[in-house]
T-cell receptor
């Protein structure tokens, strides 16, 4: 069965600094990988998804993620953090026709 | 219209009450989902409807009863809930049926449920 592990339940960065949120996956077949963001009192919103077309995936709000099969990773990055990026970020995996499995989430804090 | 609308936004109910959560989308999506999210936890899948038929039930207690009256509407009927059922209940939809693995989920803002 597929699963994802998000390293670090809480990450804190300064405004303008690099954002790096880590996600490792486990899947028996080539997976579909996603990053979702959840702002306070909101539902989840898709940031980006990997579906095997390209290993570097660009998403909304300046985020991108790189699929590395050899490392079974799909880390999320953004070159320069903004205060509005403070939120909960979930990595998720799906394979075949199965529903998404979410990681435990990483809370991103941005310090002015 | 690219929204999933959930009502009510907040709900407080006693353990003997019967209430319903409602979800609506007008994007023509053929799969709809109910998720339960406890504070500081990821969403947990409860039910999936594909082409208006229940396709996945993740061993949810019978005090939660889903209903899909038509392709745009999804209800979650609640009866005899327990305090531990207090959570954010999220509805989502996706374009294809059977919760196709590579598709984007569109989430509503959720109903924050408190069971007293």
């Amino acid at each position: 069965a597929q699963s994802v592990t998000q390293l670090g339940s809480h990450v804190s960065v300064s405004e303008g600094a690099l954002v790096l949120l880590r996600c490792n996956y486990s899947s028996s077949v080539p997976p579909y990988l996603f990053w979702y963001v959840q702002y306070p009192n909101q539902g989840l919103q898709l940031l980006l998804k990997y579906t095997s077309a390209a290993t570097l995936v660009k998403g909304i709000n300046g985020f991108e993620a790189e699929f590395k099969k050899s490392e079974t990773s799909f880390h999320l990055t953004k070159p320069s953090a903004h205060m509005s990026d403070a939120a909960e970020y979930f990595c998720a995996v799906s394979e075949g026709n199965t529903p998404l499995v979410f990681g435990k989430g990483t809370r991103l804090s941005v310090i002015a | 219209d690219t929204e999933v609308t959930q009502t009510p936004k907040h709900l407080v109910m006693g353990m003997t009450n019967k209430k319903s959560l409602k979800c609506e989308q007008h994007m023509g999506h053929r799969a709809m989902y109910w998720y339960k999210q406890k504070a500081k936890k990821p969403p947990e899948l409860m039910f999936v409807y594909s082409y208006e038929k229940l396709s996945i039930n993740e061993s949810v207690p019978s005090r939660f009863s889903p209903e899909c009256p038509n392709s745009s509407l999804l209800n979650l009927h609640l009866h005899a809930l327990q305090p531990e059922d207090s959570a954010l209940y999220l509805c989502a939809s996706s374009q294809g049926g059977q919760g196709a693995a590579n598709e984007k989920l569109f989430f509503g803002s959720g109903t924050q449920l408190s069971v007293l």
